[in-house]
């Protein structure tokens, strides 16, 4: 973990508290997640690992590979890709829920699932559905293998929930390959387990 902004004053880390984050590699990403030891604390100290203030207001950051090397081509500081942590199928799975709309999923890490707010789906009983998503989030949030995100393949169908809240959102939330169900992120990125995984 990285605290991203540091003191002013004195230039040291943990001189002020917060401003803290992960960062991780998946695929052709590097990805700017709150800190592990802010949403899974092993002491009751989360306010000293919180994210910096845009991540909680504007949701978690990312930019390609080839961004990130432009750079770290300006900034040498910066470590080689390869050299980033993979992405974990737990902290995937972070990703997952942080980016549901209308917080329809709970406050990360719980999963409280507010189905009342669900009200059909695209293909299937959107009750199954839910529950689907909640025992593949329960089980991945167990998972620290490294996790990949890819674009839907052709013989996966997206399955979207609708939600009826504060306004009418057609969420893509899983994938179905005729076999098995995937969490999807941001609508389009299949989050990959483990096996899948190069």
């Known amino acids: 973990d990285t605290q991203f902004l540091i003191c002013t004053e004195c230039g040291y880390t943990h001189c002020k508290p917060g401003d803290w984050v992960s960062v991780r590699r998946a695929d052709s990403l590097v990805l700017i997640l709150p800190s592990v030891d802010y949403v899974w604390p092993e002491d009751n ?86 529950q689907r998503i909640e025992t593949l989030m329960r089980l991945q949030y167990e998972d620290n293998s490294p996790a990949g995100l890819r674009p839907a393949a052709a013989n996966e169908q997206v399955i979207s929930l609708y939600l009826h809240g504060p306004e009418f959102v057609e969420w893509n939330a899983l994938v179905f390959n005729g076999a098995e169900y995937r969490l999807i992120l941001d609508g389009s990125k299949v989050i990959d387990l483990p096996k899948f995984c190069d």
Do not use: C, M
Request: charged share 30%; glycine share 4%; aromatic share 10%.
């Open 45 to 130: 100290n989360r306010d000293e690992y919180r994210p910096p203030a845009y991540i909680r207001k504007r949701g978690i950051a990312y930019l390609d590979r080839s961004t990130y090397e432009s750079l770290r081509s300006r900034n040498s500081s910066f470590p080689e890709f390869r050299y980033l942590h993979p992405l974990t199928l737990r902290e995937a799975t972070l990703l997952f829920h942080w980016d549901a709309p209308q917080q329809v999923l709970g406050e990360p890490p719980e999963v409280h699932i507010r189905r009342d707010i669900v009200v059909g789906a695209s293909e299937g009983d959107h009750i199954e559905h839910l």
